[in-house]
């Protein structure tokens, strides 16, 4: 599957987009923390949930939950989400 890594976290990838495996979201995260070392923190917490300002889309829908079963030809979008006050 190919995954779009948002700007502030291509310090990680050096890509824009990069290939990975997984049958689930948090399959394909430890592939990608396997190559891309300290990617995966800065994603989901050390409880296993995703960061709060961190939204995934797989193929264009919103998903929260890591356990969410992938296809090889998902897209999975990573969205650094922005906030202020």
């Known amino acids: 599957m190919q ?3 948002p700007a502030a976290l291509q ?3 050096r890509a824009a987009r990069v290939a990975a495996t997984g049958d689930s979201l948090d399959a394909m995260f430890a592939d990608l923390e396997q190559r ?3 990617l995966r923190f800065r994603v ?4 296993g949930l995703l960061r709060p ?5 797989v193929n264009g829908l919103g998903v929260r939950e ?4 992938l296809q090889p030809d998902d897209a999975v ?3 650094l ?3 202020g006050g």
């Open 11 to 13: 310090s990680y990838t």
């Open 66 to 69: 890591l356990r969410h079963e």
């Open 36 to 38: 891309y070392p300290g």
């Open 44 to 47: 989901v917490d050390e409880r």
């Open 77 to 79: 979008a990573i969205v």
């Open 3 to 5: 995954v779009l890594i």
């Open 53 to 57: 300002n961190m939204r995934i889309f």
């Open 81 to 83: 989400a922005l906030s």
